[in-house]
């Protein structure tokens, strides 16, 4: 394989886990106004749609900087009293419905706290375009796109929104799964939100007085986390339902690879993967294959659901029992094949597969690519150890092509500047409060988190058998033991925060005021 074939499987990698994890799966753009219109004839969304006109620019003073756009925010007043807590979901790389349709908990508890809900649109995503069909045209538009100014809209929003409700001493807190948690979502498998709720209670702790980040690797970038660490976590889940299963998968790439160069292969190739079109390229196979295997862990939930795909409870279970299942006599790929498919036709509907066009673009045209080109430069490898194939990060490789698309170079130790991350436990815990870290370790984004006990009140709440922020997910009648447990530890903390902000408010006895 060339260096350009490896570059492009790691830096696919690196665009879909982002977005992935930043939740770049979701409806385009395209389709927003549509939706609008059909939403407001859809009253059984639980949420009104609201824009708010948000400032371009919150760090630059010159008077195009001024300029203002609408960022989409929704909101759910169904059990909210005045004065009472307002929870505020951090929004990350996609659709803000999205996010809301995916997370239930707040949903849930929200009548316990009579908290108003809040689900904020991120900037270049969804319907918060600044710039329009155009947003995406060029670095001077993109610019404007990066997790500062987003932290900064959230900040402008909700005091905003508190003036408006003449409830200023609402406590807030912040809710993030993935990038908004810098957590990970597939086909909008966010990484991001959860980041940026821990983030954000990190930046602003006079806005929100804390947050729950479920599934944020804020620990993915630089050299902080080993950068095999998440493809290991994938095998490993493999590996721990079937060594066998782990094996011939692993096998599999060679005997795929070997076909490239066998006469007739692609056609045998087309004919192995049901294809709906005779393939152009063995590795649209690959990425077909590479996509159900890695986003199929994000997933592995205790319960059957439909995040990116729908798909049976433990799937990754469900695709060892195929692969080990199997006849005898039949090769690896045949195997591996059967396998992912449970990815792509657990409904049983598929006729053939668009195997060309079935990994989807993962939106690298859209906010994640440039995201993933400037600032969240999150290095992947695969060691001996994974399943697929070794790779190295090709830092000169991503540099080229971030300056052939988009006019730009990676700023690598960025993100580790501006919200630190080495060192984390000696330094959150004398500068922070107030924040759970929830993690499921089914989940390979877990690798990039914070995994143990910071202090007192920045804590880790681990499950084994958890996937990506599964704890956001609405509760259901067959929701396993340990996953109410972690749900009920996370409302145990939230309630002290909030009593703890209560009584601050009231003891006003030494103040000024
Ligand atoms: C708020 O959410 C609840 C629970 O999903 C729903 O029953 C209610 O209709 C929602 N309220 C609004 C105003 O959408
Ligand atoms: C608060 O009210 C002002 C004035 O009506 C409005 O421009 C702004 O959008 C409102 N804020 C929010 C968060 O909706
Ligand atoms: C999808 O699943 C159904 C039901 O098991 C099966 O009949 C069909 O052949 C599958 N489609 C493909 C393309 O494998
Ligand atoms: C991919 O799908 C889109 C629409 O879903 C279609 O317009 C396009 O022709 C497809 N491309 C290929 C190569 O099949
Ligand atoms: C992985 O395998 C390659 C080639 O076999 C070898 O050069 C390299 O040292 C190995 N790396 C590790 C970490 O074992
Ligand atoms: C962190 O502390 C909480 C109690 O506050 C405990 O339940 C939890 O298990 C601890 N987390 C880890 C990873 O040890």
Redesign the pocket.
Known sequence: MGTSSNFYVVFLTIVVLATTTFATYFPRPTHQNQFVLKQSKKPQKPYKSHYFPQQLDHFTFTPESSKIFYQKYLVNDTYWEKKAPIFVYTGNEGSIEWFADNTGLMFDIAPKFKALLVFIEHRYYGESLPFGKNSYKSAKSLGYLNSQQALADFAVLIRSLKQNLSSEESPVVVFGGSYGGNGVMTRSLSVSPAVLAAWFRMKYPHITIGALASSAPILQFDEITPWSAFYDAVSQDFKEASLNCYEVIKGSWVELEAMKSQKGGLAELSRIFRSC?VLQSADSARDWLWTAFVYTPMVNYPTEANFMMPLPAYPVEEMCKIIDDFPPGATKLVRAFAAASLYYNYTGTEKCF?I??GTDDHGSDDGWGWQACTELIMPMTCSNESMFTPSTFDYKGVTEYCVKKYGVMPRPHWITTEFGGERIYHVLKRSGSNIIFSNGMQDPWSRGSVLKNISSSIVALVTEKGAHHLDFRSATKDDPKWLIEQRRQEVEIIQGWIDEYNADLRCKGGKTE
Request: charged fraction near 75%.
């Open positions: 079109k668009d060309e066009n």
